[in-house]
């Protein structure tokens, strides 16, 4: 037994579910792990967040020069493995009647977690089964309009471990686009960039985000898609939406989960249902200046499928998974047609000049 299956039988024990059966299941593109456990007629799920598996996370206060030799989880602000982010945004979503699995146990030194079982219906899963899509994406969407509605803390004390909840800032947005760049530009279509085409982009994209300052920030869960909704038609109102890949969670324009919901990377949705959803969350979150929150929405759709690009090539490239490259079609509909909006006219521009092969992939 390796030091770390000593760690996590010991955990168990603990828990009371030392004798459970285990069975693995596929977790997400991080350095996360997860196993289902059987005891009796009961179920849960055992998160295994390996400390110090990642590069760190980015400390409140450090600027964007220390973030930059941190690397780029501290520059992006995502959580990495540390699961005080998981632990502290669970209880808070929980507390308001959301369905995050609720924690059974946690060892978060330790990098363990065992979590309430919400169950295999994933979205994605339950629509091609026969479930009613518009019914799934409406819940979907009015759980995220609840969760706008919500008032969250930005300081999180749950379990023995803290967690400050940042705004997805300036420099964060950008070296998400950034991942276009390295790994879509330079490693897909081997393009050769000069430190002035790199300029461009950073102003370029600079110009556009004060169009996120239009509306109150709201708490965006940050990767938010029919892969990481489970349908759950037991429970009530926003309830019947399971949350999970939560833990890189910030404060932004409450378009962004709205467009990972919309534009999603591994399905395609509708036009007409996802232009209803569109509207039905801007009746449920109360948002009056449509025009600018559409704007708001094609900037955020625009970063969110660049940074896309770029990250499932590198998922290809460096860590062997050629399986994403298969969906950079649907990605790059819906990176051109967020770069269709006239905010975003001189974005449009940059990406025609560095990297007019986008189109021809667009079309499969």
Known sequence: MSDRE????????????????????????????????????????????????????????ATPDVRHQLGYNALARLAGPNLAAFAGLTEE????????????????????????????????RAIPAGADEAELYSHGVDALAA???SSFPSQLNHHGGTWRVLDYDTPALLAETELFLDWYAEQHLG???????RQSWRETWRAVFPALDTQAKGLALRDYHAENLLWL??????????????QDALFVHPAYDLVSLLEDARRDVPTELAANMKKRFVAAAHISDTDAFDTAYA?????????????????????????YLDLLPRVARHFLTDLSHPALSDVKALIHD??????EMARG
């Not at 560095?354 to 189109?359: N, Q, V």
């Open 93 to 124: 979503l929980t507390a308001r009647g959301f369905s995050a699995p609720r924690i059974l146990a946690a060892d978060l030194p330790g990098g363990l977690l065992l979590l309430e079982d919400l169950g295999n219906d994933l979205f994605a």
């Open 6 to 61: 000593h760690e996590t039988s010991g955990f168990l024990k603990a828990a009371g579910w030392g004798s459970a059966r285990q069975e693995a299941f596929p977790g997400d593109a991080s350095t996360r792990s997860y196993r289902r456990l059987f005891r009796s007629d009961e179920t849960a799920v055992l998160m295994n967040a390996p400390a110090g598996a990642e590069a760190p996370a980015c400390p409140p206060d």
């Open 191 to 197: 393009r050769a960039l000069s430190d002035t085409d």
């Open 147 to 149: 969760i706008y509605r």
């Open 299 to 323: 900037v955020l759709g625009g970063q969110r499928n660049a940074k896309i690009l770029g990250i499932f090539v590198r998922l290809a490239i460096r860590d062997g998974k050629p399986k």
């Open 233 to 246: 038609p037991d429970r009530t109102g926003p309830a019947r939406a399971g949350l999970i890949d939560y």
């Open 354 to 359: 560095l990297a007019p092969e986008l189109h």
